[in-house]
C-alpha cells in the first residue's frame, strides 16, 4: 500500500474519531438541561406477575403530556402484562403496545437463556432503533436486559440521535422482593443505569453509589442508611420532572 493511500485511510479514521468526540462532547454538555419542554420519549418494560404489579404502581401517574410517547414492551406471552397496559392508558393515541420474544423462561437454564436472550435482542434493536427512546424505566424483569443493552449499543453507534450518547437515560427499581441481594438483572445493569434504586437498607448497605428513597425523597448516595431512617419507604419512587 503506497504511503499516499496509507495517509489518506489515517485521515478517514481521524475524521471519523473527530466527529465522534464532538458528537459525545455535544450531547454530555447538552445532558440534564434545565428548563426542558418538549416531551420525553419513553419505554417503559412490563415484567410479568409481581413484577408488572411493581411497575403499574409506579408509572399510572406519570405525566404523559411530558412522558410522551410511551412504548410499553412486554414478552410476547405475557397476558397479564398486556391487560394491564391496556388498563392504564385506555386507547390512549401517544402509548403503544411492543411484544418480544421472552428472553428467558422459568426454570430455563443459564446456558440456553444465552441463546433466547440474544433472539430477543435482534427485535429489541429493531424497536429501539425506531422509537429512539429517550428515557428507559424498568424493574428487574429478564426482559430488561435485551432492551436497554440495545438501546445503550444504539446510543453509542448513532450519538446524533435524540438518544445518543448522553441523552439516554435508563430508570432502574430493584424489585421490593430483593431484600438482601440484587437480581441478576439488577447485577447486569448496575455498570448502566443512570439511576438505580433500591427499596430496601439492607440491600442498600451492600453497595455503594445507588439511591435509597424514603417517602420519594432521596435520603443518601454514598452513606448506608439505618432501618428508622427508611421504615416509611413508599413504592412511589417517581414523581412529576424527577426523571429528566
Known amino acids: 500500500m ?30 440534564n438541561k434545565k428548563g426542558r419542554k418538549e416531551p420525553v420519549s419513553t419505554m417503559i418494560v ?19 403530556t411530558r412522558y410522551s410517547p410511551r412504548n410499553y414492551v412486554v414478552a410476547d406471552n405475557d397476558d397479564m ?30 446456558f440456553t437463556s444465552i441463546f433466547t436472550t440474544l433472539n430477543a435482542m435482534v427485535y429489541c434493536f429493531i424497536y429501539n432503533y425506531k422509537h429512539q427512546p429517550e428515557l428507559i424505566i424498568c424493574n428487574g424483569p429478564g426482559t430488561c436486559i435485551p432492551v436497554c443493552y440495545s438501546a445503550l449499543v444504539l446510543s453509542w453507534l448513532m450519538p446524533w440521535r435524540k438518544n445518543g450518547f448522553g441523552h439516554l437515560k435508563i430508570i432502574y427499581v430493584e424489585s421490593l422482593a430483593r431484600v438482601k441481594s440484587l437480581s441478576l438483572t439488577g447485577k447486569l445493569l448496575l455498570p448502566t443505569a443512570s439511576r438505580f434504586i433500591l427499596q430496601w437498607p439492607e440491600l442498600y448497605t451492600k453497595i ?12 443518601s448516595t454514598h452513606h448506608p442508611t439505618t432501618p428508622e431512617q427508611t421504615k416509611s419507604m413508599t413504592q412511589r419512587i417517581i414523581y412529576k420532572n424527577d426523571l429528566m
Open 2 to 31: 503506497s504511503l499516499i493511500l496509507w495517509i489518506e485511510v489515517f485521515s478517514a479514521i481521524n475524521a471519523i474519531v473527530i466527529g465522534y468526540t464532538l458528537l459525545f462532547l455535544k450531547n454530555y454538555f447538552n445532558t
Open 46 to 64: 412490563f415484567g410479568s406477575g409481581g413484577h408488572t404489579t411493581e411497575m403499574v404502581r409506579l408509572v399510572k401517574n406519570l405525566p404523559k
Open 208 to 219: 455503594t453509589g445507588v439511591e435509597i428513597k424514603e417517602n420519594g425523597k432521596l435520603v
Open 81 to 110: 402484562s398486556k391487560e394491564k397496559m391496556s388498563q392504564i392508558e385506555n386507547n390512549a393515541t401517544d402509548a403503544k403496545l411492543i411484544e418480544i420474544p421472552r428472553s428467558r423462561k422459568v426454570h430455563q437454564s443459564f
